[in-house]
DNA sequence: CTGTTAGCGCATTCAT
DNA sequence: ATGAATGCGCTAACAG
């Protein structure tokens, strides 16, 4: 009921509030002896710091914050959940926040990050931010790390995205296919620095190293969603030519394509190839070969740099992790 | 690169600190046009109040904890959604916590929560919790809401587990099925409590209320996951006398079901019905039939009812949201 | 309607 | 190694 404060503490161990600080956070300064009585009358009062008065007394929010486009999606949650494990390692806490449309990202940039103190930094997924709006920032002192996406000026964690798109293709290729639609999205921006761009552009890279190409009827926007990817597929397998492979840039638009060539009576992987991207936890259940990206781990080195960081102590550098191309049942080598 | 304080904000627009503080939270007793010119000085100087002083000297900490088991989980990915969009449009952060394990749970329910300004007040998504430690936490001041997990005393946001399972299990029924398995999991403590529970006490419902008898070893524990269903569909489709139908306590486990179904080579549905739980995104290009719950709702009442709570007007009673069996392609009517 | 006075609970100098 | 003093930035009575 009563919230012990520090002060209590001081008064039962007979020592002062100072020393209780020192104390407890394992400050040098203090003997073993005291350090032991403070710690034994702090458990006895069950005694909890105010984060927030230490936050305000301090410099360190003990607080990171992440933003995500869309937090039910996989991706973002799988990114979350390895930001989550390592900042609850390092006894922080997670400041979730949504950053959907235009406006929540300029409300987020002007209004949210610039209250430097509230979290010693922020993990942004899959946010667009221009040189000018980073710089400002970290300007400001607020320390920044992208996931996904790549803004100059800020340290980033990813994979290769034009190679690993190049990788899949590639696949198809030696499977013999010559028409191979693209699900992609939505190019925010300068598209060859958003994710979906090297996407593309890796997809482009194979089929021009093979001599192929490009139909640019078969490259398609599935808006990275299960209906959207269900929709280009419908499209591209009504064209006259249909394509008889499709690469999506995430296994959601790959799951909508083989629901759409199930409703069109298109056996996979007999009439048509599939290959998704990201390594979802169904895709090895339904048999969806797909590019593996490490989500996970995304999420957790982000975090690190950010700790790092705060630990002065920053990335020079963008870690680039290794992806993997799973191949499954939805390229069946054909017989 | 400099925070700007309330005090130069009040300086600037030649009043006193308090009357920006009144200003700017929109506070009655200021004149509105001592408001007008703090607002302009303060989007002048890009004040933003320093929400670590505010908590610190109010009682609202606008923030609201969310805690989940499993945040990558597609489930509690949509939970999560909810509560943020509801909190955001409230104006208060989300701080989400990982509780998986037993230890973190104690660690969850002794240390975290009990620092009671930290948050305004925290939702518990299947996050067990015994009547003691709810009481003791009620008792502290910590508001509390459930999602799924009822606890005696705490208010909470589901659906009627039992029924829905009834729902799920009366289709395959109808379908002529006799023998039915069950992909449930973990019953951890008491059972008629637990969702698991619940489920398990609607599918006995329905076969009791169709004659049949519950042959025990056709229940099986999934865990909740895709390879627990894939094993525990693999050990049932392997007995002398295997089940016709499954029915998944998750749509995950549901998947994994199919999977071992596909890799046996057993047709679905034309061998093997299967009935899955949640109305996961991916069930509808799949042709998973399942039941759906209303995720992100659950999370967005269960915020509203936390801000209620906060607002001094705390709801009396559990809210019970719809279900909705949604038949498709894996329960195929049978020719 | 507005200004003054006190803290909120803790982390830090600076002494000792 | 420890204590006393000061302030983090803001809200909350209490006056006027």
């Given at each position: 009921m009563t919230k012990v404060t520090i002060r209590e503490v001081a008064a039962e161990a007979g020592v002062s509030v100072a020393t209780v600080s020192r104390a407890l956070r394992g400050l040098p300064s203090v003997s073993p002896a005291t350090r032991a009585r403070v710690e034994q009358v702090a458990a006895n009062l069950e005694y909890?710091?105010?984060?927030?008065?230490?936050?305000?007394?301090?410099?360190?929010?003990?607080?990171?914050?992440?933003?995500?486009?869309?937090?039910?999606?996989?991706?973002?949650?799988?990114?979350?959940?390895?930001?989550?494990?390592?900042?609850?390692?390092?006894?922080?806490?997670?400041?979730?926040?949504?950053?959907?449309?235009?406006?929540?990202r300029r409300r987020f940039i002007e209004d949210i990050l610039p209250g430097s103190r509230r979290v010693d930094g922020a993990i942004l997924v899959d946010i667009p931010l221009s040189p000018a709006d980073a710089a400002e920032l970290t300007g400001r002192g607020v320390r920044i790390?992208?996931?996904?996406?790549?803004?100059?000026?800020?340290?980033?964690?990813?994979?290769?995205?034009?190679?690993?798109?190049?990788?899949?293709?590639?696949?198809?290729?030696?499977?013999?296919?010559?028409?191979?639609?693209?699900?992609?999205?939505m190019p925010t921006g300068r598209s060859d620095?958003?994710?979906?761009?090297?996407?593309?552009?890796?997809?482009?890279?194979?089929?021009?190293?093979?001599?192929?190409r490009v139909d640019e009827d078969l490259i398609t926007n599935g808006n990275f969603s299960i209906d959207g990817g269900d929709d280009a597929a419908t499209?591209?397998?009504?064209?006259?030519?249909?394509?008889?492979?499709?690469?999506?840039?995430?296994d959601e638009m790959a799951v909508g394509a083989m629901g759409a060539a199930r409703r069109l009576g298109i056996d996979v992987p007999g009439q048509l190839c599939i290959v998704g991207f990201d390594g979802h936890e169904f895709s090895g259940a339904i048999g969806l070969t797909t590019v593996r990206q490490p989500v996970v781990e995304l999420g957790a080195s982000a975090a690190?740099?950010?700790?790092?960081a705060v630990n002065g102590k920053p990335w020079n550098e963008d870690k680039v992790l290794a992806h993997e191309l799973v191949e499954r049942d939805t390229t069946g080598r054909r017989g």
């Open positions: 909890v710091p105010d984060p927030y008065a230490s936050r305000l007394a301090s410099s360190r929010a003990h607080t990171i914050l992440v933003a995500v486009p869309v937090p039910g999606q996989w991706y973002y949650a799988q990114v979350v959940t390895g930001v989550e494990a390592v900042a609850s390692d390092a006894g922080s806490d997670l400041q979730l926040h949504v950053v959907g449309d235009d406006a929540q790390v992208a996931v996904g996406q790549h803004t100059e000026g800020v340290v980033s964690v990813g994979i290769d995205n034009r190679q690993a798109a190049t990788d899949a293709t590639q696949l198809l290729l030696e499977l013999g296919h010559t028409r191979i639609g693209l699900l992609g999205g620095l958003s994710i979906p761009g090297m996407r593309e552009i890796g997809f482009r890279d194979a089929l021009e190293a093979a001599g192929l499209h591209l397998l009504s064209l006259r030519e249909p394509p008889t492979a499709l690469f999506a840039l995430s690190q740099a950010l700790l790092d």
